[in-house]
């Protein structure tokens, strides 16, 4: 994600790089053949206009459905980072409840409690590799006992396969007292919030936004890059400013090319780029935070925008 203000030019440049190229060369083509070998091409500026003004609308129609997208991406990771706390919450009071039991052990509710916590945190980032097809598995090694390490890693959806561990373990739980016959309810409810949330983020990651709007975006964008030089150009020798030409040109292409990008790179708010959600400094929120109410020190750093971005 983008936290900055301002930014680099040449980066930004970097992004529509083939639309300039293209809108140069054009522009100066269409300049040498006018004006260097006196031949006359010209169009009224009007189809220009026209085409501009369509594509304007075409390209704010396609941005507000890539913000859209992205939008609900941070949404479903805000609901994730509270319905892990809320989660670890549940496991820690409810299994605390029970110290009055007689059959109540402290040694094997604490190793209960940090089992399960340290499960939700191996979860999120379980998620965040899993939308981002990142296999930064051993990540989640010191998190996990090694026979379900080594479990996890034959699973294909491995999210999937930590909510089923985390089910089965708080039910082991109320079968020898840990919990108690109706602490798995509530429970429940955060386990199916989660699994809701990562269906969701699924569905955007594997869903793309409509291929038509990709398409006929990037075709339009070309075919106005195209037609903008030749309907300059007669207004430009008219008021012997020819020279101008391919500047204003490549400026105004610039600038369609730059709308249309925006929507591309929002479109997808998994693929790791400095423009998606900010996935690794969410799970290190929620790392921190269930961590902490485990009473742990040895907390991790909080992540930290690098150069303006916070991935």
């Known amino acids: 994600m983008i936290l900055k203000r301002n930014f680099n030019p040449l980066k930004v440049i970097s992004y ?48 507000n459905s890539a913000y859209s997208r992205w939008w609900e991406a941070r949404t479903l990771w805000g609901g994730i980072v509270n319905s892990s706390r809320v989660l670890a919450r549940l496991v820690i009071t409810f299994t605390d409840s029970h110290a009055h039991q007689a059959n109540y052990q402290a040694e094997r509710s604490e190793k209960f409690k940090v089992e399960l916590v340290h499960a939700i945190i191996a979860w999120v980032n379980a998620l965040r590799f899993h939308l981002r097809g990142q296999q930064s598995w051993s990540e989640l090694e010191p998190l ?26 708080i039910y082991v739980a109320m079968t020898d007292g840990t919990l108690g016959g109706f602490d798995s309810f509530q429970m429940e409810g ?18 793309p936004l409509l291929r038509q709007y990709d398409f006929f975006t990037r075709l339009f964008i070309y075919t106005f890059m195209l037609l903008l030089p030749i309907s300059l150009i007669g207004d430009f020798v008219k008021m012997e400013i020819a020279a101008w030409m391919p500047a204003v040109s490549v400026l105004i292409s610039f600038v369609f090319s730059i709308l249309g990008k925006v929507g591309e790179v929002n479109e997808d708010p998994f693929e790791n780029r400095i423009t998606d959600v900010p996935l690794t400094a969410l799970c290190n929120t929620i ?25």
């Not at 996990?144 to 373990?169: C, D, F, I, T």
């Open 16 to 63: 529509v790089k083939w639309e300039m190229t293209f809108a140069i060369l054009f522009s100066v083509i269409i300049y040498g053949v006018n004006v260097g070998l006196e031949i006359a091409l010209g169009l009224p500026f009007s189809i220009a206009a026209i085409l501009g003004s369509a594509l304007a609308i075409f390209i704010a129609f396609r941005n």
């Open 144 to 169: 996990l006992q090694k026979p379900v390490y080594e479990e996890l890693l034959k699973s294909n959806n491995k999210p999937n396969y930590l909510q089923l561990l985390m089910g089965r373990r």
């Open 190 to 207: 955060q386990m199916l919030a989660l699994a809701n949330y990562q269906g969701a983020c699924e569905r955007i990651k594997n869903t």
């Open 287 to 311: 790392e921190r935070d269930l961590r902490e109410m485990l009473r742990e020190s040895n907390l991790p750093p909080k992540a930290e925008a690098q150069h303006g971005y916070l991935f």
